[in-house]
């Protein structure tokens, strides 16, 4: 079956004809796959000759970690190789691409698989690993995969998602309160019993006297009880009777 065939059947499709599309179909997935594959396999195999290296073909012992200057010459062999064979795969992937007003987009996509190539084998490298120590015909993109270093977060931006995120909860809980508001108190209440129990973990010492907790922002020790700050607990302290 061709696309003109089926077409002239106005693309009512005997099961044979739905075989066949779905033959189709799995072995240009197939080839799509051996094909990157495949170039990830030769930019490393290309790579390793360019640092003078003959490719392997079985792997040898545990090797140890490439040092700084290791590192920079390995990445620069990738680079250069890299470049040549990116000019090859845009120069045909341009003459594939029809002119269009997405065309350069559709380049981008299409060239994609040679840059996440490229990526890949870099953050091996710079991981410290021997390029010249993989079996090129042995590799899949798996084997290459690096453990990505957890990213620090400032305390200002921990600051900033606290602030944002106690408005939005503020949002809710205010939202609560039209449609229940027992509940709505029900949960400040357990917010700002977990909130002033945190601040005496955190170190913040408990007081007696009413204007130091207001004051302060330190929680108020009446009995065995706490009480969160509040400017209502002042102003009832204060307008007490002496």
Do not use: C
């Amino acid at each position: 079956m061709n696309a003109v065939s089926i077409e002239s059947k106005g693309y009512v499709a005997a099961d044979s004809d739905v075989e066949h599309v779905a033959q189709t179909i799995i072995q240009a997935a197939q080839a799509h796959e051996a094909g990157r594959g495949n170039y990830l396999r030769m930019l490393i195999a290309t790579t390793q000759q360019a640092l003078g290296v003959e490719p392997r073909k079985r792997q040898s012992g545990k090797q140890p970690k490439l040092d700084e200057d290791g590192i920079a010459k390995q990445l620069n062999a990738l680079s250069d190789v890299h470049e040549r064979f990116y000019a090859v795969v845009t120069k045909v992937v341009s003459a594939a691409v029809p002119t269009g007003k997405d065309r350069a987009l559709e380049i981008n996509r299409k060239t994609n698989f040679a840059r996440t190539a490229m990526s890949v084998v870099r953050r091996w490298i710079k991981a410290g690993n021997d390029l010249t120590a993989l079996v090129p015909k042995a590799v899949t993109k798996a084997q290459l995969a690096v453990a990505a270093t957890p990213r620090a977060i400032s305390a200002q931006a921990l600051a900033t998602k606290a602030e944002r995120e106690s408005k939005s909860l503020m949002a809710t809980i205010l939202g609560l309160v039209d449609a229940d508001k027992g509940k709505a108190v029900e949960e400040l209440q357990l917010l700002l019993g977990q909130i002033t129990t945190q601040l005496v973990t955190l170190g913040v010492a408990a007081t007696k006297d009413a204007a130091a907790s207001y004051a302060e922002q330190r929680p108020l020790r009446i009995g065995k009880m706490l009480f969160a700050p509040t400017a209502t607990q002042v102003i009832e302290q204060r307008s007490r009777p002496s």
